[in-house]
């Protein structure tokens, strides 16, 4: 009996020791405290170079070239975004600046897009365009179809118009013995005048 009871005991000992085991809270180390510090942008600055700062509002993109037509872009900086400025293009249109998210670790931007701090820049030559990769061909067969056949026709012949016929106008004034008007007129006004002087002197 006195066994049993010395068991039971220990059993309860056991079960109480692996209870406070399991409901004790697990202790962990506390993780060191980070150094807080301003987090370097992607583009990078240097300290002995100029700086660029975006003042667009859609801010601006970074290119391969000093182009916005022979180079493509290849990265793309907010507004507000710092970089240094390496140089400038001969017409001082475009700004080279370091980005180090791009192939060679440099980029060119649109200088109105972004404000430049005092300082001098080189001239930098621009890089050479991509070579397309592939050539454009024409599909003849295509081209063909938008071609128009047209029929070469001949001229027609000149001919010269008939001659221009001259109307010849005669006189028509006859070269027979005609009485002239003027002596008619001179008769009838000599028979009215005797005329008026009989009947004056019949009146009497």
């Known amino acids: 009996m006195q066994i049993r009871i010395k068991q039971g005991l220990w059993l309860l000992f056991v079960l109480g020791f692996a209870s406070l085991l399991w409901l004790a809270p697990v202790w962990t180390p506390a993780a060191a405290q980070q150094p807080t510090g301003s987090i370097p942008t992607v583009t990078g600055t240097v300290s002995n170079h100029p700086l660029i700062t975006v003042n667009n509002p859609d801010g601006a993109n970074v290119r391969a070239g000093p182009s916005s037509y022979d180079y493509a ?13 390496l140089g400038k293009s001969p017409a001082d249109e475009w700004i080279q600046i370091i980005d180090l998210t791009v192939p060679g670790g440099v980029g060119w ?8 701090s005092p300082g001098f820049l080189p001239v930098v030559e621009p890089p050479p365009t991509a070579t ?5 061909t024409i599909n003849p067969t295509f081209a063909a179809a938008f071609q128009v056949q047209t029929t070469p026709t001949r001229l027609p012949t000149f001919t010269p118009p008939p001659p221009l016929a001259t ?8 070269t027979g013995s005609r009485i002239p008007m003027g002596f ?10 005797l005329g008026a ?8």
């Open 184 to 193: 008619v007129i001179l008769a009838l006004a000599v028979i009215g005048i």
């Open 197 to 204: 002087v009989i009947s004056f002197l019949r009146g009497r």
């Open 109 to 116: 931007v649109y200088a109105p897009l972004v404000s430049l």
């Open 73 to 85: 872009a290849i990265d793309w900086l907010p507004p507000g975004a710092t970089a240094s400025a």
């Open 132 to 136: 397309p990769q592939t050539t454009p």
């Open 167 to 174: 109307l010849n106008f005669e006189s028509s004034s006859g």
